[in-house]
């Protein structure tokens, strides 16, 4: 069965840092991943999506994740942290035609 | 443009009672799934409907029932509420490409059940 893990339930970084959110999936068959944000008190949406082709994926808001076959990860990252990204992130992989979530990283981010 | 919609935004319940919620999806998609999301929790999937039939089923209680109506839209029926059904359920609809190639999946803002 599909399964994603989200490594750190917790992320704090200073405004201006890099952003890391790790996330691995497990499958013997890729799948297709994605991540999203949850602001407080609102809906999920998407940032970005990896199907098939190049394995970096550019998102909203200045975010990318990297498909990593080998280590069967897709981690977001950021370059530059800003105030308005602290919110709930998750990982997601589809399994039949439904998503499956990871738990989800808190993202801080401290001026 | 026009999203996925969902209505009630709130609604409180008292235990055993019953609730139902609707969601309208994006027009001309024609997928629409559900999600359960309880208190610092992930989204949990429910159940899927692909042109009016059930596609997929994940942890939908027993006590749960869901349907896709020609309009697309798509309603939730809760029955025998308990404390634990206390969560923020999402719609979202899709555009079907195939079995293996979902597409993107546009969230509403969700409907808080609250039981007591």
């Known amino acids: 069965a599909q399964s994603v893990t989200q490594l750190g339930s917790h992320v704090s970084v200073s405004e201006g840092a890099l952003v890391l959110l790790r996330c691995n999936y497990s499958s013997s068959v890729p799948p297709y991943l994605f991540w999203y944000v949850q602001y407080p008190n609102q809906g999920l949406q998407l940032l970005l999506k990896y199907t098939t082709g190049a394995t970096l994926v550019k998102g909203i808001n200045g975010f990318e994740a990297e498909f990593k076959k080998s280590e069967t990860s897709f981690h977001l990252t950021k370059p530059s942290a800003h105030m308005s990204d602290a919110a709930e992130y998750f990982c997601a992989a589809q399994a039949g035609t439904a998503l499956i979530f990871g738990k989800g990283t808190t993202l801080s981010v401290s001026s | 443009a026009a999203g996925v919609i969902q209505s009630p935004r709130h609604l409180i319940k008292e235990k055993r009672e019953t609730a139902t919620l609707k969601c309208y999806p994006i027009p001309r998609h024609d997928t629409v799934y559900w999600y359960q999301q309880g208190p610092g929790q992930d989204p949990q999937f429910l159940i899927s409907?692909?042109?009016?039939?059930?596609?997929d089923k994940g942890s939908i209680p027993d006590r749960f029932s869901a349907q896709q109506f020609s309009d697309y839209h798509s309603e939730l029926n809760m029955s025998s509420l308990e404390l634990g059904d206390s969560a923020l359920y999402f719609c979202?609809?899709?555009?079907?490409?195939?079995?293996?190639?979902?597409?993107?999946?546009?969230f509403g803002e969700g409907s808080r059940l609250t039981v007591l």
């Open positions: 409907f692909y042109e009016k039939m059930q596609s």
């Open positions: 979202a609809s899709s555009l079907f490409r195939g079995p293996s190639n979902t597409g993107e999946l546009f």
